[in-house]
């Protein structure tokens, strides 16, 4: 895979460079949580940093989590790390591992391990081992094998991980049929690792990716959406999209997405939707603000919205006279299908209704710029937009990827007259949160009526009103709502 390496990328580093770039984070580890490694060392235990922790000291980063590996049996592990811990708690003492807290530092410490699976399973028979080379053995990728000893900081990494890293590529301790066929859910982890880290995925390691995506069945779609949110959440999500699409992975776990490859859009004859889609997200994406802004980045709705957006594409295309292809509706269409994709991976409805909406409405704004709204157009674009106007602004800018500079030079300047519109109602009226001039309660004093059905009509009546003109003051507003129940008794 060839793409641009996000941020994180150890870019032409040396073994060496990041030998060095680790050092210092190593070293402040060590130091928060010492005594630590001398009283296990004192009680004739092993102690080790290991796994994430260890490969992004060598980024330069302090990993929130600080997992450990050690030769002592949980029992004893929980022993020690009461002494130096103000807290403990049992993680998962069956799998090993006990977690302890002194101050604001956090460390889980994990026995030896060694694993076996069953074939319809994910889930592995622990057995605790002797060494922590062996442990090492069992891990996902290399350069999540490497581990620091402590208290004497000494490295080891038995399968080359930091060779790995500064290559900027991924690979398994064992063979990738072995180690995917074991636990498939690393087929998926493959693909967050490549786009947090910025690594080229080998070749080998694509094809197991490839052959054993099937075994992917036997993984809950909770455990399928943790790690796809993760990938959407990275720096650079483009490349672990394409790494899954690529190895037919996706086909397994968001086969929508595959399924825009052949679908030519009309609006972009040099891309194929699919693309489309990848360049929508980069651009989403670099629209995202700072943590204190509008859509504070990394946004997921808005990742999933741009990803997704053109999903019902394939459903909807219809060849018409002249050459021209047709995707009639397609973002109604796409939203049912977003709807039905993140229901069956286990999304909370927020996000399913948010991302959905998204994609319902983000051909709106199509049409602005031949045929100037009224007042009552943008309110209801406001309106319908809700709480995701903010998202829905970026999506739309998102959705221009034409090559023709005077088109898309059009297409912006004319949401920016929609945005500034959209200001200047804002400043004039509740534009955000609209409502009728009079509220239920006054609705029934003026009508002389109870709740009730009519209730509702009259309420919708004057906001429709209100949608169209604007505020009208009480006074209008009442003599507006009386006409209406004239008319409707006389019906």
Sequence with gaps: MQAPAPPTAPSAATPAHLMRTALSVLATIASETDPLGPMFAAAGHELALVGGPVRDAFLGRRSADLDFTTSARPEQTEAILAEWADATWDVGRDFGTIAGRRGDVVVEITTYRTEAYDEGSRKPVVAFGDTLEGDLERRDFRVNAMAVRLPDLTFVDPWGGLADLAAGVLNTPASPQQSFDEDPLRILRAARFAAQLGLDVEPGVMTAMTELAPRLEIVSAERVQAELVKTLLAPAPRR???????????DVVL??????????????????????????????????????????????????AALLHDIGKPDTRRNESGGRVSFHHHEIVGAKLARRR??????????????????ALHLRFHGYGEAGWTDSAVRRYVTDAGPLLERLHRLTRADCTTRNRKKAERLSHAYDDLERRIAELREQEEIDAIRPDLDGTAIMAILGIGPGREVGAAYKHLL?????????????????LRSWWAAREGE
């Design 342 to 359: 993140l229901k069956a991976l286990r999304f909370d409805k927020g996000t399913v209704a948010q991302v959905s909406e998204l994609i």
């Design 464 to 480: 429709a009103l209100r949608m169209e003109e604007g505020p009208l003051g009480a006074e209008r507003a009442e003599a507006e």
């Design 255 to 304: 086969p929508e997405v595959p399924a825009m490859r052949l679908e030519i859009d009309e609006h972009h004859r040099h891309k194929d939707v699919y693309t489309h889609s990848l360049t929508v997200l980069d651009q989403a994406i670099a629209l995202e603000t700072p943590a204190d802004g509008a859509v504070p980045g990394p946004d997921l709705v808005l990742r999933l």
């Design 240 to 250: 672990g999209i394409e790494l899954l699409v690529e190895t037919g992975v996706a």
